[in-house]
């Protein structure tokens, strides 16, 4: 499809199927388009950095059909969407138009092309997250049909060692660890029907970026937490390990899951632990708090009408919407 806006700003074409070879020039469009937000938002001394090569591979080859960018006449990338699925779990993240082409109107072609492909795949969850002081961005994507839900607070405590050690995915054989795989998948299941976090977690092993926590009681899976300890931003040290998923099917057993992670970092020489805590689950976010948590950066979840994600009946899933 091509899209023309004004004599001025390039034409785009599109979208077309991410791959790793796109990763540079992605990495620029994000850079600069961020950092923009963040000068009209008058936070004019920040740079956004790029991001680790290994986490745009995870991000293109999770999203796989999903991962869409936009192409102007010369070749070059002036926009794109990194689309997920898991199950039917849909959301968009991250995305970003080049620069120049910001206000042009073209950001409603890339989250409405994201949209319909999330639709096709039968998703029953559609969302996104963005930074809650950015007007522009609200305010842009409720005219696309999200509405604002709760806060998404990241949430980080210290790494320490548990009384004993967190069992971990890949110290399995190849045949448990598919047997663990498919309990994960089991327990997302009855507490989220038509959730799937497979993709990920087999994604995460392939690529060697973290690995999966597994909590067992009498032998029985009750909580999984997926979890990246390869550095976010490129060039930088292993710092912060990050929780991308967590699943529970007892909320009571909050805080051992999350000593299990905090065991998971303090052995894999990560300082910190990272939870990115949805605001519905009042009583684990004030457990972690109590745990020493400090609130670090606040993210707006929003949904497409009639979209919505609903919480469990019971239990807990925290599922970030961010890579």
């Not at 492909?117 to 029953?124: D, E, P, T, Y």
């Not at 305010?139 to 004993?164: K, M, N, W």
């Amino acid at each position: 499809m091509a899209t023309s806006r004004s004599w001025r700003q390039p034409l785009l074409d599109g979208p077309f199927r991410a791959g790793l070879d796109d990763i540079g020039e992605l990495n620029q469009v994000f850079s600069d388009a961020f950092t923009e937000r963040y000068r009209r938002d008058g936070m004019v001394g920040v740079r956004v950095p790029f991001l680790n090569p290994t986490i745009w591979r995870y991000a293109i080859e999770d999203a796989d059909d999903g991962a869409m960018l936009w192409r102007d006449e010369r070749g070059h990338v002036g926009a794109f969407n990194m689309v997920h699925r898991s199950g039917v779990e849909g959301w968009m993240g991250p995305l970003a138009v080049r620069t120049e082409q910001q206000g042009s109107g073209f950001g409603k072609e890339v989250v409405t092309r994201g949209v319909e492909w999330l639709k096709a795949q039968g998703c029953a969850v559609i969302g996104l997250e963005t930074m809650p002081r950015t007007m522009d961005n609200i305010g842009f994507y409720s005219r696309q049909g999200f509405t604002p839900g709760r806060l998404t607070l990241t949430t980080t405590i210290e790494s320490g060692y548990a009384d004993e050690a967190c069992e971990l995915l890949s110290k399995r054989s190849p045949s448990a660890r598919a047997e663990a795989i498919a309990e994960c998948r089991g327990l997302i299941s009855r507490l989220q029907p038509g959730y799937d976090h497979t993709r990920e977690i087999e994604l995460t092993a392939e690529l060697s970026l973290g690995d999966t926590v597994l909590l067992y009681e009498n032998n029985r899976l009750i909580a999984y937490a997926l979890a990246h300890t390869a550095p976010l931003v490129e060039g930088r040290s292993r710092e912060e390990l990050r929780v991308l998923k967590l699943v529970l099917d007892d909320a009571s057993r909050f805080v051992d899951v999350v000593r299990a992670v905090a065991d998971f970092g303090r052995r894999t020489g990560t300082r910190r632990v990272a939870l990115r805590m949805q605001g519905e689950y009042t009583s684990a976010y004030q457990r972690l708090i109590v745990m020493g948590g400090h609130v670090r950066w606040t993210d707006l979840r929003m949904s497409l009408a009639g979209y919505n994600e609903r919480p469990p009946a019971s239990g807990l899933v925290l599922s970030n919407w961010e890579i």
